[in-house]
T-cell receptor
Framework: GEDVEQSLFLSVREGDSSVINCTYT??????LYWYKQEPGAGLQLLTY?????DMKQDQRLTVLLNKKDKHLSLRIADTQTGDSAIYFC????????????FGGGTRLMVKP | ETGVTQSPTHLIKTRGQQVTLRCSSQ?????VSWYQQALGQGPQFIFQ???????GRGNFPPRFSGLQFPNYSSELNVNALELDDSALYLC??????????????FGPGTRLTVL
């Protein structure tokens, strides 16, 4: 079955870059996503990448995909205190429409 | 364009009771998915509705059921509530399967507490 793994916690200083990592097991994954969740809130779609791409950049966000190793990362440049939140990696299997399998989330803490 | 809305925001029930949660999808979206997020965990897929038909189900028992209405809003019903059903229930909408719409937009969730 599908499995998505993330490290639990990351702490960075304001202005530094943050890199959040994710591994997945389903080789048929078509799309891979990054969502942000702030305390007491729902999920905000940050970005996603199609499985035939290696990299996607969107303003301060860079997504890297290593399909061979089934490894996905999210780099946040110039991290701000407002970036403090839980970040979820998710994958969508090729044959399952938009049904997402999420990782357990990485809590990012940004220190001033 | 309105986003995904859910009601109620919070709900407290006791074991054995039944609950109905509601979701209004984003304008133009005909697909609704429901997820359960237990405290400290990632969301788990419950089921998805596309044009009023169930289109896939996760590993949840039959006491979790749903509906989608002609206006694409949706309900999640849970019967015989158990303590482990306490969670944040998230609804997500997307524009449907035919265009392979990949973006799912989530509502703020309903926090259910079962005592």
């Amino acid at each position: 079955g599908e499995d998505v793994e993330q490290s639990l916690f990351l702490s960075v200083r304001e202005g530094d870059s943050s890199v959040i990592n994710c591994t997945y097991t389903d080789s048929s994954s078509t799309y891979l996503y990054w969502y942000k969740q702030e305390p007491g809130a729902g999920l905000q779609l940050l970005t996603y990448i199609f499985s035939n791409m290696d990299m996607k950049q969107d303003q301060r966000l860079t997504v890297l995909l290593n399909k061979k190793d089934k490894h996905l990362s999210l780099r946040i440049a110039d991290t701000q205190t407002g970036d403090s939140a839980i970040y979820f990696c998710a994958e969508s299997p090729n044959n399952a429409g938009n049904m997402l399998t999420f990782g357990g989330g990485t809590r990012l803490m940004v220190k001033p | 364009e309105t986003g995904v809305t859910q009601s109620p925001t919070h709900l407290i029930k006791t074991r054995g009771q039944q609950v109905t949660l509601r979701c209004s999808s984003q304008s133009g979206h005909n697909t609704v998915s429901w997820y359960q997020q237990a405290l400290g965990q990632g969301p788990q897929f419950i089921f998805q509705y596309y044009r009023e038909e169930e289109n896939g189900r996760g590993n949840f028992p039959p006491r979790f059921s749903g509906l989608q209405f002609p206006n694409y809003s949706s309900e999640l019903n849970v019967n015989a509530l158990e303590l482990d059903d306490s969670a944040l229930y998230l609804c997500a909408s997307s524009s449907g399967l035919a265009r392979k719409q990949v973006e799912q937009f989530f509502g703020p969730g309903t926090r259910l507490t079962v005592l």
